[in-house]
T-cell receptor, first 114, second 118 residues
Framework: GESVGLHLPTLSVQEGDNSIINCAYSNSASDYFIWYKQESGKGPQFIIDIRSNMDKRQGQRVTVLLNKTVKHLSLQIAATQPGDSAVYFCAEMGSGGSQGNLIFGKGTKLSVKP | NAGVTQTPKFQVLKTGQSMTLQCAQDMNHEYMSWYRQDPGMGLRLIHYSVGAGITDQGEVPNGYNVSRSTTEDFPLRLLSAAPSQTSVYFC?????????????????FGEGSRLTVL
């Protein structure tokens, strides 16, 4: 079956460094990808999204890169701060799909050392 | 702004008991859904609704019922709780995706309801 996965379950970075969180997807028909952040004891929060007709999209301190050739998605966080400590989920949606077809990965825990 | 409100935040049940997890949103979102989150499993969709009077099953619907009588509310019912239903439950809402227009995956989540079934 189709799946969304992560290369690293945990990531520890020093405050001020850049963080890169990776995600692999296997459904070549997926055309929309999203990153969510979940802080301890809270619900996930939308960070940034990207459609399959783009390779890169930037937000405030975050950049999402999409490599359709190898079915790989990454989230880059610049100048990582303690407040960035959380679990990060990637999710994918197929063409013509709805939110009911959103498939979440298992998550990567990011720990920021002061 | 209240956003998505879930109650209760914590609940302990005995096997076989029934209960309802409440979810309400004040953003006039058409789409609402319930997920469960288990360690190492990510978020799995239980049931969802694209509007009042319409519900559909997600990935793991067994043991759960839902209804959508109003746009604002989307309760999740456990008719006979089992230990396998011990989990953290999240309700989420968003604007409905319209066929032919770009999808949006921006779900607004509640704070979660932690359920333990003994």
């Amino acid at each position: 079956g189709e799946s969304v996965g992560l290369h690293l379950p945990t990531l520890s970075v020093q405050e001020g460094d850049n963080s890169i969180i990776n995600c692999a997807y296997s459904n070549s028909a997926s055309d929309y990808f999203i990153w969510y952040k979940q802080e301890s004891g809270k619900g996930p929060q939308f960070i940034i999204d990207i459609r399959s007709n783009m390779d890169k999209r930037q937000g405030q301190r975050v950049t999402v890169l999409l490599n359709k050739t190898v079915k790989h998605l990454s989230l880059q966080i610049a100048a990582t701060q303690p407040g960035d400590s959380a679990v990060y989920f990637c999710a994918e949606m197929g063409s013509g799909g709805s939110q009911g077809n959103l498939i979440f990965g298992k998550g990567t825990k990011l720990s920021v050392k002061p | 702004n209240a956003g998505v409100t879930q109650t209760p935040k914590f609940q302990v049940l005995k096997t076989g008991q029934s209960m309802t997890l409440q979810c309400a949103q004040d953003m006039n979102h058409e789409y609402m859904s319930w997920y469960r989150q288990d360690p190492g499993m990510g978020l799995r969709l239980i049931h969802y609704s694209v509007g009042a009077g319409i519900t559909d099953q997600g990935e793991v619907p067994n043991g759960y019922n839902v209804s959508r009588s109003t746009t604002e509310d989307f309760p999740l019912r456990l008719l006979s709780a089992a230990p396998s239903q011990t989990s953290v439950y999240f309700c989420a809402s968003s604007y409905r995706t319209i066929p032919g227009t770009p999808n949006t995956g921006e779900l607004f989540f509640g704070e979660g309801s932690r359920l333990t079934v003994l």
